[in-house]
């Protein structure tokens, strides 16, 4: 007998169904069990570096061996900071970021960070092109048989052009022989003068001068001496005052000593009267007005003084800064 219906006939359908099935899933089991995975990049490079210039164009930095080069115009002020734009490898970040504001100074640091945690450090470095001082005269050192030299106070200058005048970029020194260097006070200076006073500490004997206008050095070679002036000199009367004939008077000074004569002068008669001199020392000299000097206001006093090894004997006339008037 016949059974009512076939089972093997019916199975058929569901036994094609699985086969297609498993295999998807099989295939699906493989692919997910080979699934990729990706390595952490090691990448910590400054790919671009730029920042603007005082005209607004743009200035693009050299990236050499760690250093981010930066060329600054010639005659343009050099910022104290800067906004650059950094641009660095892909995944990786940089520190300070970009667009951020940083000092513009030598040595300033960037560290750049790639995705696997390798740092490398970069550090800014400017060359700042400013165009080359020169010198074309030197004057102030006075010459006088073997001497070469330049009084304190008086005044050192140098002509030329293209001196740096920005605050701090500009210095002159004397150099000894031994090496030592002594700054000199720089009284005034333009791009193309530049003005030096010693002062009493640049006191000595030197070999050379060097001017620094940054970033560049110029070396005059130059045998010299800074000397205080050893001719006589006196301090101002700080007051008016009356002196009658015969009557001493004591007037201070310096290298007093070496005055042989002593003269008082009135300025509406122009003359030059001398006085006697009865005591005389470094620091101080005695005066007495003569019985017959005549009877006047004197306004300056002149100097006559003994050659030195830097002057040969002369004259000097002096302001009172007051009146001296003889009477009865």
């Excluded at 520190?95 to 960070?113: E, K, Y």
Aim: proline fraction near 7%.
């Amino acid at each position: 007998m016949k059974p009512l219906y076939s089972c093997k006939k019916e199975m058929y359908p569901f036994k094609n169904f699985v086969k297609p099935w498993c295999l998807v899933s099989l295939i699906c089991i493989a692919f997910s069990s080979c699934k990729k995975e990706y390595i952490d990049y090691p990448y910590a490079e400054i790919i671009n570096f730029s920042i603007i210039d005082a005209n607004g164009a743009v200035l693009k930095a050299a990236v050499d061996n760690n250093e981010i080069i930066i060329y600054w115009p010639p005659e343009q002020a050099v910022p104290e900071t800067v906004t650059p734009t950094v641009t660095v490898s892909e995944r990786a970040n940089v520190q300070p970021a970009s667009n951020t504001p940083i000092a513009f100074t030598d040595g300033t640091s960037f560290t750049v960070t790639a995705e696997d945690g390798t740092a490398k450090v970069y550090k800014l470095k400017r060359i700042i092109n400013v165009p080359k001082p020169y010198v074309t005269d030197f004057s102030g050192i006075t010459s006088y048989n073997d001497k070469n030299f330049i009084l304190v106070g008086d005044q050192l200058s140098f002509a030329g052009d293209y001196f740096n005048t920005t605050e701090g970029q500009l210095k002159v020194f004397f150099l000894t022989a031994d090496g030592r260097e002594v700054e000199v006070p720089i009284s005034n200076s333009t791009s193309l003068n530049i003005w030096a006073i010693p002062d009493e500490m640049t006191v000595g004997t030197y070999t050379s001068i060097r001017l620094e206008s940054a970033p560049y050095t110029i070396t005059v070679e130059r045998d010299f001496e800074v000397i205080e002036d050893p001719r006589p000199s006196n301090i101002p009367l700080n007051e008016a005052i009356t002196l009658k004939r015969g009557e001493e008077y004591k007037l201070a000074g310096k290298n007093l000593d070496k005055v042989t004569q002593l003269l008082l002068n009135n300025q509406n008669s122009r003359t030059y009267i001398p006085v006697e001199i009865v005591n005389v020392s470094s620091d101080e000299i005695t005066l007495r007005i003569p019985v017959d000097f005549p009877l006047n206001t004197y306004h300056s006093v002149r100097f006559i003084y003994a050659s030195t090894p830097y002057f040969s004997d002369t004259i000097n006339t002096l302001s009172l800064n007051n009146t001296l008037t003889v009477t009865e």
